[in-house]
């Protein structure tokens, strides 16, 4: 009761508030406004290019929800999507809508805006999710519409501060004490280190050559799955708009086996599950993730491989429950022991027993390189239990702070793998804010961050909170899969054997169209690129990175390179091109660690 008596008081501040802004000149019509949210609304689901509704359609749906008379008071418009968000909230709270009416609305409107055909896996997810958010709209004690918003549209326009998104893990204290006489004592070997970096397989078990590509689900190539009238069908290595066959797996491990004999390490920054969303189980997952870890041990039983977990394989997907909630239906308990189980004989039991807390573990990889491997899908705006609770993500972000404090004690230096990307609009403020702050205190010895998710070729330069200097480097290990668009690649990282900075990575990778041109062939691996002589750098330095990303927005030919490696040559990414828009955000991406910038 009392709940619902504050959520009034919001509702009307609000609205006090939007009258105030109403009486400014220019007025957008109400269908400007429907327009502005229907863009924002496809821009927030990634929808590059989308098919836009009739305006009586459009408004059927904010009708559906009683949006419409919030809607004509919301004049602003970078804020219509915000405005339109906290209302839902807003109505969810007072018990005036329920998650099923909300969920059943937004899968109209994407299914409209995306030109797939069909809706039923939508409804699915929504199904899926139901319980877990209904339980949070019922039980969190930090849930406003305000505060929802900020977390799930993770935007400046949409942004309020608040305790939940503000706290940040005490610092240890740096001095020049601890920088100085971090002084490499290491004896000097020839050769560098070669680390393979592999990254979101998304494997699907079922794929069928021949089946619809283009079947009108997000994802296809599945024995039964869309109209098989339609006339694209599976290409025998893989489609630009599939997960992988098991069988281009294999391919690959065997390719790269036979062709890097000297692999020291290997990081593996997570995503073995497919992207069919709407059906998967705990069961399936699990046998998926252990068949798979079984194909990585048989084909490099000798090397030491480092496997971060992705949001995909959690069920539902992207949501990580804190260890508080011990509702079994919620749990991804599951999880954490099928990978502790799947890198049992592999991982000391120091690290099984932190993987079974929250699926994160760090290893020392020889005397003087730790590698901390995260589980920082918890950050990732999507999941659900960041809007009952964010303080359990202290317990990830302490730990990494004990690991790095204890690597510097030992003169060691540390490399970080793990899946989400860092700024990308994607995992929330106090993840973000604190794990900068680690990196600056830091960065003497961090040598090296790896994640994947966005299955882009993607870089992020990391800048001291301290003078804004250029301190770090992270690197996308992009994707074996080539959903959506790009060519299946692989890296191999030449690394320091003494300080174990990176020295170059390589990126391999094959044409699609024409593996699937040749079908009996295996598909024709090759070397993409090396980032230290495709950007001519002297070394891989911070410094090096910042100055590349000034140098992208000076130079074009510069930025087809970055384009064609970002995408690595997938022929329907390069037919579709990088736009000054598309560009811009490419090129700002790469010095973006935190997504939001709140002033
Ligand atoms: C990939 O292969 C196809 C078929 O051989 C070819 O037409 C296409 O130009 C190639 N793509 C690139 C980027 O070279
Ligand atoms: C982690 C660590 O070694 N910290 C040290 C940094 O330097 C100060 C002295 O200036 C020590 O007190 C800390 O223990």
Redesign the pocket.
Known sequence: MEKSIFFLAISLLSLSFLREVNSEDDEPTFEDILKHLEEQFASFLGLATYQPMEISKLKAITDELGLTSDLRTQIIQDRIMCGACQSIVRKLQLNALTILAVGTALCTLYISLSTLTISDFCLNLVRINKPILEYILRESRILTPEYACSVLLQNENCYYSSPSLTWRIDMPEWTEYNVTSYMDSFESTKNPLKILHLSDFHISFDYEIGSVSNCGYPVCCKRNLGNPLRSHNAGPWGDYNCDIPPWLFGNTMHYIKSTHKDLDLIYFTGDIIDHTIWKSSKEENSREIEATFQMLFESFPDVPLFSALGNHEAVPLNVFPPSTIRNSEFSQDWLYNVFSKSLSEKLPDQALTNIQKQGYFSILANNRLRIVVLNNNICYNLNWWLLYDTSFLKEQLEFLKLELLAAESQAQYVHIVAHVFPGNRECIEPWEANYNMLITRFAHIIKGQFFGHTHTDGLKVFYSKINGKPNNVGYNGASLTPFVKYNPNYKILYVDPNNFDILDIETYYF?L??AN?YPNRTPRWQLLYSMKEAYNFDRLSPENFDLLAQRLTEDTNLFNEYWRFYVR?G?PS?QQGCNTNCRKNLIEEITRTESITYT
């Open positions: 044409n169209t024409e041109k040559e022929d390069l």
